[in-house]
């Protein structure tokens, strides 16, 4: 699309800048409250419900201060949270069996937050490394991450989910078949309404350090994850994923770092036209919230941090900031 530009002087793009009110009017994109998805940790180990050192202001919360947590994003508007658990290590085995547990600390959250403030839309994460012995995604066996028998296991714990009363299945596994298995199973027992957002872009990335710290799996993580999540010097093969996934059943799309990929959200949303949203991962949270706190950076920069996620085609933001967002757009 090629702009209609008069020349200078009739053209004086300065204009539309010259007052408030004007700017207000030609503005295209604007960042609410309605377009973030605050993401919770949360724990039943007595005394891990502490701050998280590696992300300032973000604490582990118990179940009932995930239920607070979830009244506040009611009160500002925010639609949703997604549930992160630190897992107790007696429970962390290389068959990660606690995560299809229905009574696990996952799906008892999600059950008490859908009890008493169902209108906040609960997501949940499906990876196997909170309840891994070694930290990974998926079930290893001789130094090797499984795909298939890592599905099965994935799919269970869809469905424990699901019959927890999740809304919103957030697959950030980054196994190949896993959203067309889950989604069949969803069908066949009955959860035909419960939606996938995929972790269908997530790459191998350094800017996740802060979060494995939060949920405990800095620490066990045996090598990297770079043999199933993406190479951050790919673009196409996100296309190719993010096609994939929705042909087998994803409701909503995720790119994952998000900053560092705008253009991956960018050629996203052209190519798809489908919801779109973005992490805005630990590594991110830390990196601004450290230089706000230092005072080497004003807090402006975290709206604007989001707003350029909705330029750049998102429908949706995952970001910690959530809650200190949705105040601030309060006035
Ligand atoms: C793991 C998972 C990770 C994040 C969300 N789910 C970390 C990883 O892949 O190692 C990262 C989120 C963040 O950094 O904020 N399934």
């Not at 939060?214 to 990297?224: I, N, T």
């Not at 994803?250 to 790119?255: E, I, S, T």
Request: proline share 6%; net charge negative; hydrophobic share 45%.
């Amino acid at each position: 699309m090629l702009p209609i530009l008069a020349p200078f002087p009739s053209t004086r793009l300065r204009r539309m800048r010259r007052t408030a009110a004007l700017r207000d009017l030609a503005q295209e994109f604007e960042l609410t409250a309605k377009d973030l998805i605050w993401p919770l940790f949360i724990t039943d180990v007595p005394g891990a419900d502490a701050p998280v050192a590696s992300m300032p202001g973000v604490s582990r919360l118990t179940l009932e201060g995930a239920v607070r947590a979830a009244e506040t994003a009611a009160g500002l508007g925010i639609p949703a949270i997604c549930l992160f658990p630190y897992t107790d290590p007696v429970l962390r085995t290389e068959g990660c069996e606690e995560a299809w547990n229905p009574e696990n600390l996952s799906n008892r959250v999600i059950r008490a937050i859908k009890a008493e403030v169902p209108e906040v839309a609960v997501m949940t994460d499906i990876a196997l490394d909170p309840y891994n012995a070694n930290g990974h995604d998926g079930l290893v066996r001789g130094g090797v991450i499984l795909n298939d028998e890592t599905v099965e296991a994935l799919v269970r714990m869809a469905l424990a989910q699901a019959e927890a009363g999740a809304d919103i299945l957030g697959p950030s596994d980054m196994m190949d078949g896993r959203i067309g298995a889950m989604r069949s199973a969803l069908e066949a027992a009955g959860h035909a309404d419960v939606a996938i957002l995929s972790y269908a872009a997530k790459y191998a990335s350094a800017f996740y350090g802060p979060f494995r710290d939060a949920v405990g799996a800095s620490d066990r993580l045996v090598g990297d994850k770079k043999t199933y999540q993406m190479n951050p010097g790919n673009s196409d093969e996100a296309i190719r994923l993010v096609a994939r996934d929705l042909a087998e059943g994803a409701d909503m799309v995720m790119v994952k770092p998000g900053m560092a990929y705008l253009d991956i959200c960018h050629r996203v949303k052209q190519a798809f036209g489908v919801p779109t949203y973005a992490y805005q991962v630990s590594g991110e949270y830390a990196m601004i919230k450290g230089a706000v706190l230092n005072g080497w950076v004003k807090e402006a920069v975290i709206a604007e941090s989001l707003l350029a996620f909705k330029r750049a085609g998102c429908d949706g933001i995952l970001t910690y900031f959530a809650p200190d967002v949705a105040r601030a757009l309060k006035g």
